[in-house]
């Protein structure tokens, strides 16, 4: 059973279109993450979700929006996609917080976005 | 907030030589301090990771050594195999809470 999953694994689309990205685990974690790995590799967290809670909101623009229905779910919603938003998007969860082993961090495999 | 540089960017060996990859902290108060690995096209997975109680902790080939007094950490790797070829990523942590990453050490290994 995968731990954490994230679909699609490939979203290639136009400028100015709007497009999501799913994840869910089924670890039992409190805490979701995404994290944006650009071309050169550096892995920038754009958002934290504690227990469905916005608990990290870094700086990203609005046409970024995160959604959590639950705790095992967290949703990528991007608006009005750029050139910039190229990049491959990671899904991760942790235990939760305050608590041993709570930022260990289980990613997803990945999602490829390709804005043209 | 946290800062977590890393060095080198690149590191090429040859198959059974050592590879050290080097990081520094900002936050005395970081206490934790994770290394993931991230083969190509593949997900960051964790490898090892050391928490300010220990100097040092080993796990077959790859080690982690942490100095506090100077605010940085080590990743060795002794006899490398072309597997081990990654980007590796260290990390810093307070407490519990959120991780910073630094930009990461692409390993080459030749045969």
């Known amino acids: 059973d995968t731990a954490v999953s994230q679909t699609p694994k490939y979203l290639v689309t136009q400028m100015g279109n709007d497009k999501s990205i799913k994840c869910e685990q089924n670890l039992g974690h409190d805490t979701m993450y995404w994290y944006k790995q650009d071309s050169k590799k550096f892995l920038k967290i754009m958002f934290s979700?504690?227990?469905?809670?916005?608990?990290i909101n870094e700086t990203v623009p609005n046409r970024f929006s995160p959604k959590s229905p639950d705790k095992a779910h967290l949703n990528l919603h991007i608006n009005s996609l750029e050139l910039g938003d190229s990049a491959v998007y990671f899904c991760?969860?942790?235990?939760?917080?305050?608590?041993?082993?709570?930022?260990?961090?289980?990613f997803g495999a990945g999602s490829r976005l390709t804005v043209l | 907030g946290e800062n977590v540089e890393q060095h080198p960017s690149t590191l090429s060996v040859q198959e059974g030589d050592s590879a050290v990859i080097k990081c520094t902290y900002s936050d005395s108060a970081s206490n934790y301090f994770p290394w993931y690995k991230q083969e190509l096209g593949k997900r960051p997975q964790l490898i090892i990771d050391i928490r300010s109680n220990v100097g040092e902790k080993k796990d077959q080939r790859i080690a982690v050594t942490l100095n506090k007094t100077a605010k940085h950490f080590s990743l060795h790797i002794t006899e490398t195999q072309p597997e081990d070829s990654a980007v590796y990523f260290c990390a810093a942590s307070k407490g519990y809470s959120t991780l910073t990453f630094g930009k990461g050490t692409m390993l080459l290994v030749s045969p």
């Open positions: 979700y504690n227990n469905k809670e916005l608990i």
């Open positions: 991760a969860s942790s235990l939760g917080t305050g608590i041993s082993g709570a930022n260990v961090l289980t």
